[in-house]
């Protein structure tokens, strides 16, 4: 839940950098002629709001982005496992563009989707694909920034695709020489997709990577989690780059940090309508994965929720005033709907303007919590 709480401070974060995006009103105003309920799920120690509106942004918003990924990362495990189940591969490919400090954000994307198209389009890449038995693929999309490496080269979007193979293919297919003569092949294909959407030319070392079935079940158990984890560790000089969630956390930390800040807006506006997972035509049916929206994932109740209690408008609004809606649920998951009230009652008044002494909410979350 701490983690939770963690989420509505970063969206908050957020808000503020882009304010009039459909992520800075999430679970902030109230849904159309809904009341605000809290649930608890006791199986999880978990609780969460029903009635206020979502944005579903898998890039904008970590509230609704977590919740996304949880469940994309679920739909991952289990296709990797029906797959395999059936005697089928999955490999890795990465594949990543030149880039450098100064680019910009959009017009990199533009270029890099076009040298997507131009690579599956061309006969190697086909021929490749034929060997290895290819049955369809998940294609993930990703970006992050060098602004904290020794050398930075700014931005670094970059494709991660889960190849579904093995189907009907050689057994001595799936050998490291054969890969690493598939990995050629490709790099090649790379080169000149890369060259003809006027990105130059990718190394051979970053350009193309094609992984095994090992690398490809670590990334999908970690899919999506790369933005949970601490980054106590992220200092200058750390090769993997900042995730824009990353910036969010940064300006958290220093408000003063305005080059996090534009670079968070200048990824929301390159991203938007962007897919984060796309699955080939036919494999989620091929699969037996249920076809799921971003915004009925969000919407759906979760399973043995129980109902706590409703909260009034005026509440609601205490609660935004004093920014306690991570603490909120905090409180209603740990400890009871009586306890909750009490909160609500300390906090009485705060949106129309009584003054709630400062330190108050820190030392009610330490009686409340610990
Ligand atoms: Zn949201």
């Given at each position: 839940m701490a983690v939770k709480a963690q989420r509505f401070k970063l969206q908050n974060v957020a808000a503020a950098i882009i304010p009039d995006s459909r992520m800075a009103k999430c679970l902030r105003l109230r849904a159309h002629n809904q009341e605000i309920k809290i649930w608890k799920v006791n199986e999880y120690g978990t609780a969460h709001y029903t009635g206020l509106?979502?944005?579903?942004?898998?890039?904008?918003?970590?509230?609704?982005?977590?919740?996304?990924?949880?469940?994309?990362?679920?739909?991952?495990?289990?296709?990797?496992?029906?797959?395999?189940?059936?005697g089928g591969?999955?490999?890795?490919?990465?594949?990543?563009?030149?880039?450098?400090?100064?680019?910009?954000?959009?017009?990199?994307?533009?270029?890099?989707?076009?040298?997507?198209?131009?690579?599956?389009?061309?006969?190697?890449?086909?021929?490749?694909?034929?060997?290895?038995?290819?049955?369809?693929?998940?294609?993930?999309?990703?970006?992050?920034?060098?602004?904290?490496?020794?050398?930075?080269?700014?931005?670094?979007?970059?494709?991660?695709?889960?190849?579904?193979?093995?189907?009907?293919?050689?057994?001595?297919?799936?050998?490291?020489?054969?890969r690493y003569q598939w990995q050629l092949a490709l790099y090649e294909v790379w080169v000149k997709a890369c060259e003809y959407a006027g990105l130059g030319t990718p190394s051979f070392q970053h350009g193309l990577k094609l992984d095994n079935g090992k690398k490809a079940s670590n990334y999908v158990t970690k899919w999506g989690l790369q933005d949970e984890m601490t980054k106590a560790h992220l200092k200058k000089g750390r090769a993997g780059g900042e995730t824009p969630f990353d910036f969010l956390r940064a300006v958290a930390e220093d408000s003063s940090d305005k080059q996090a800040a534009a670079l968070f807006r200048e990824f929301a506006h390159a991203f938007k309508g962007k897919r984060q997972l796309v699955w080939s035509k036919g494999l989620k049916k091929a699969l037996a994965v249920e076809d799921v929206s971003d915004e009925q994932l969000v919407e759906r109740a979760e399973e043995e929720a129980e109902l706590m209690g409703y909260l009034t408008y005026e509440q609601w609004r205490d609660v935004l005033k004093v920014d306690a809606r991570g603490l909120v649920l905090e409180i209603a998951a740990k400890r009871s709907w009586y306890e909750v009230t009490r909160f609500l009652d300390v906090i009485e008044g705060a949106h129309t303007g009584t003054v709630i002494p400062p330190g108050l909410l820190v030392e009610v979350r330490e009686i409340l919590l610990c």
């Amino acid at each position: 839940m701490a983690v939770k709480a963690q989420r509505f401070k970063l969206q908050n974060v957020a808000a503020a950098i882009i304010p009039d995006s459909r992520m800075a009103k999430c679970l902030r105003l109230r849904a159309h002629n809904q009341e605000i309920k809290i649930w608890k799920v006791n199986e999880y120690g978990t609780a969460h709001y029903t009635g206020l509106q979502t944005c579903s942004s898998v890039w904008e918003c970590p509230v609704c982005s977590a919740k996304i990924s949880e469940r994309r990362r679920a739909e991952l495990l289990s296709a990797m496992c029906v797959h395999q189940a059936n005697g089928g591969n999955v490999h890795l490919l990465t594949l990543t563009v030149p880039h450098q400090r100064g680019d910009v954000l959009k017009e990199l994307l533009d270029q890099q989707a076009k040298a997507l198209k131009r690579f599956w389009n061309d006969r190697v890449t086909k021929g490749v694909l034929v060997e290895m038995g290819y049955l369809g693929q998940v294609r993930a999309l990703e970006v992050t920034h060098g602004r904290k490496s020794l050398r930075n080269n700014g931005w670094h979007p970059h494709f991660h695709i889960l190849l579904f193979t093995g189907v009907g293919a050689d057994a001595k297919a799936s050998t490291l020489h054969q890969r690493y003569q598939w990995q050629l092949a490709l790099y090649e294909v790379w080169v000149k997709a890369c060259e003809y959407a006027g990105l130059g030319t990718p190394s051979f070392q970053h350009g193309l990577k094609l992984d095994n079935g090992k690398k490809a079940s670590n990334y999908v158990t970690k899919w999506g989690l790369q933005d949970e984890m601490t980054k106590a560790h992220l200092k200058k000089g750390r090769a993997g780059g900042e995730t824009p969630f990353d910036f969010l956390r940064a300006v958290a930390e220093d408000s003063s940090d305005k080059q996090a800040a534009a670079l968070f807006r200048e990824f929301a506006h390159a991203f938007k309508g962007k897919r984060q997972l796309v699955w080939s035509k036919g494999l989620k049916k091929a699969l037996a994965v249920e076809d799921v929206s971003d915004e009925q994932l969000v919407e759906r109740a979760e399973e043995e929720a129980e109902l706590m209690g409703y909260l009034t408008y005026e509440q609601w609004r205490d609660v935004l005033k004093v920014d306690a809606r991570g603490l909120v649920l905090e409180i209603a998951a740990k400890r009871s709907w009586y306890e909750v009230t009490r909160f609500l009652d300390v906090i009485e008044g705060a949106h129309t303007g009584t003054v709630i002494p400062p330190g108050l909410l820190v030392e009610v979350r330490e009686i409340l919590l610990c």
